[in-house]
C-alpha cells in the first residue's frame, strides 16, 4: 500500500469553483511533484517542491493552480477557478531527490468539474 | 527538450507468451529510465529503473536494458499473465527538475 497519502479520493465542482486537494508524502522524502492524468491516461506535470521551496512549474500552474508544502503540514494543489478541462485524476508523489530516485505515488483526488 | 516515447498504446497478448513494451527518449543529460505499472484504480508504482548502460536489471520477471547509443529502454517479459493486465509507463529523469512520462502502453492480457 502506498505511504502516500492523498485526500479526497474524489472531489466534484462546478465550474468557476476552488478546489483543493491535499498530499502527505512518504516520510523522509523532502520533494514532492504533482502530476495531472488526463482521460487518455497522459502524465502532465504541474510542479514539484524540495522542502518548501518550489523547483520548476508550468506555466498553467502559474496562472489558475496554486501549491504549497509548507513545513509539518499536507501540501496542497488548488485550482482557483475550476474549468471543465481540469477534470483529471491528480496525482501526488514524493522521492528523495528529484532526479534519480523512485517516485512513491498516491492514489490520487479524481476531481470531476460538471 | 527531454521527452519519452512509447509507440503503443495499445497491446493485447494471450497468456503465456512474451511481450516487449518499446521505450525510447531523448535527453541531453545523463539520464535514469523508469518503468512504472499503474493498475486498475491503483497508484502507479516503479517496476524497474536503470541508468547503467547495458546492463539488463530484472523485477517480477520483467526485464530491460538501458541502451544509450539507441536511446532506448525497452520493457520485456518472457510469459504474461493475467495479474500484468495495467497501464506500463517509461519515466526519464534527467538533468532538470522534471520526471518526464511516455504516453503510457495499456497491456490486456486475455486467457
Known amino acids: 500500500n502506498s505511504k502516500v497519502i492523498q485526500t479526497p479520493r474524489y472531489l466534484v465542482k462546478g465550474q468557476g469553483q476552488k478546489a483543493k486537494m491535499r498530499c502527505i508524502p512518504e516520510k523522509g522524502h523532502p520533494v514532492v511533484f504533482w502530476y495531472q492524468q488526463n482521460k487518455n491516461n497522459e502524465f502532465k506535470f504541474l510542479i514539484n517542491?524540495?522542502?518548501?521551496?518550489?523547483?520548476?512549474q508550468i506555466d498553467m500552474t502559474e496562472k489558475r493552480f496554486s501549491a504549497e508544502c509548507p513545513s509539518n503540514s499536507p501540501c496542497s494543489l488548488e485550482i482557483q477557478s475550476s474549468e471543465a478541462g481540469d477534470s483529471a485524476l491528480y496525482l501526488c508523489?514524493?522521492?528523495?531527490?528529484?532526479?534519480?530516485?523512485?517516485?512513491?505515488f498516491g492514489a490520487g483526488t479524481r476531481l470531476s468539474v460538471l | 527538450g527531454d521527452s519519452v516515447t512509447q509507440t503503443e498504446g495499445l497491446v493485447t497478448l494471450t497468456k503465456g507468451l512474451p511481450v516487449m513494451l518499446n521505450c525510447t527518449y531523448q535527453?541531453?543529460?545523463?539520464?535514469?529510465l523508469f518503468w512504472y505499472v499503474q493498475h486498475l484504480n491503483e497508484a502507479p508504482k516503479l517496476l524497474l529503473k536503470s541508468s547503467t548502460d547495458n546492463k539488463r536489471t530484472e523485477h517480477q520477471g520483467f526485464y530491460a536494458t538501458l541502451h544509450k547509443s539507441s536511446s532506448s529502454f525497452h520493457l520485456q517479459k518472457s510469459s504474461v499473465q493475467l495479474s500484468d493486465s495495467a497501464l506500463y509507463f517509461c519515466?526519464?529523469?534527467?538533468?532538470?527538475?522534471?520526471?518526464?512520462f511516455g504516453s503510457g502502453t495499456r497491456l490486456l492480457v486475455s486467457p
Open positions: 519515466a526519464l529523469g534527467t538533468g532538470g527538475y522534471k520526471v518526464v
Open positions: 535527453t541531453t543529460y545523463s539520464p535514469f
Open positions: 508523489a514524493s522521492s528523495l531527490s528529484h532526479r534519480q530516485n523512485t517516485l512513491y
Open positions: 517542491f524540495q522542502n518548501q521551496e518550489v523547483l520548476q
